[in-house]
């Protein structure tokens, strides 16, 4: 703290904007990685449902709007557990 007591008001200004930029830019990518934590599967590291219902919203404006057909594949996996486990 004795550094800052050195330093005039237009400098502790100056330093207050940096270090508020500074925290700003830390706050961006933590939302960032929050984000991208939100949409994947602790386990699998899969897109989860809500990047599936996104993602299928986005496509489906895409296909009505470009006119262009759109296929969609699921797969049901069976004791996916096991698969998890390994």
């Known amino acids: 703290m004795d550094s800052y007591q050195a330093l005039s008001k237009e400098q502790l200004i100056d330093k207050v904007k940096e270090l508020t930029i500074e925290l700003e830019n ?3 990518e933590k939302n960032k990685q929050i984000e991208q934590m939100s949409r994947l599967d602790f386990l699998t590291k899969l897109n989860n449902r809500s990047e599936l219902v996104e993602r299928l919203g986005y496509e489906t404006k895409r296909a009505t709007r470009t006119k262009e057909p759109l ?6 996996v069976d ?3 096991a698969v998890n486990d390994r």
């Open 26 to 28: 830390v706050q961006t």
């Open 71 to 76: 296929s969609l594949v699921l797969f049901d």
């Open 79 to 81: 004791d996916f557990t």
